[in-house]
T-cell receptor, first 112, second 113 residues
């Protein structure tokens, strides 16, 4: 079963706008990670947030984590056409080191 | 630095045929993983190897076997392919010393007719 579920499943925005994707999960976690997948390629790690962190930034990316609600959000600011990809959250459950579980992803399309 | 290399990139099998997907990493990582990706399902873990000499089942291990040949290589074998195994297969690795990010290969597109 999927541990993380992304919302929305698909998102289409104009270049320059911000994109927000959400992830919900079911069990307690050690960390939550976000990955990006361009069409036909492997996944690439974007950012990792630990269970004791609430917010993290990396360039145009901002990730938040609310462990009480078991949810995370990924914000991409000032989006570009090159940001078009699928974005996945992955969770590492507490006590289950070495098993990252992925959600079904959000397909982001940034229109030029 | 090649990272994680998977072969082949594409494969078509007939039902009942067998094949082995190869994966190698050159980052001296301890842990290696095999995932499958189906449309709308995200990635599901098939098998993983926490360290050389160990393998464990993931979420969807039925119909697959794995071998951790050495620290660099982790292969996935389909003994008798079924149409339900049509998918994109990804190998991944990470250092295994803590809870860190995964490095992925570029995938194998497998079709079973």
């Amino acid at each position: 079963s999927q541990q993380g579920e992304e919302d929305p499943q698909a998102l289409s925005i104009q270049e320059g706008e911000n994109a927000t994707m959400n992830c919900s999960y079911k069990t307690s976690i050690n960390n939550l990670q976000w990955y990006r997948q361009n069409s036909g390629r492997g996944l690439v790690h974007l950012i990792l947030i630990r269970s004791n962190e609430r917010e993290k930034h990396s360039g145009r990316l901002r990730v938040t984590l609310d462990t009480s609600k078991k949810s995370s959000s990924l914000l991409i600011t000032a989006s570009r056409a090159a940001d078009t990809a699928s974005y996945f959250c992955a969770t590492e459950p507490s006590g289950s080191a070495r098993q990252l579980t992925f959600g079904s992803g959000t397909q982001l399309t940034v229109l030029p | 630095n090649a990272g994680v290399t998977q072969t082949p990139k594409f494969q078509v099998l007939k039902t009942g045929q067998s094949m082995t997907l190869q994966c190698a990493q050159d980052m001296n990582h301890n842990s290696m993983y095999w995932y499958r990706q189906d449309p709308g399902m995200g990635l599901r873990l098939i098998y993983y190897s926490a360290s050389e000499g160990t393998t464990d089942k993931g979420e969807v291990p039925n119909g697959y076997n794995v071998s951790r040949l050495n620290k660099r290589e982790f292969s996935l074998r389909l003994e008798s392919a079924a149409p339900s195994q049509t998918s994109v297969y990804f190998c991944a690795s990470r250092t295994g010393t803590g809870r860190e990010k995964l490095f992925f290969g570029s995938g194998t597109q497998l079709s079973v007719l």
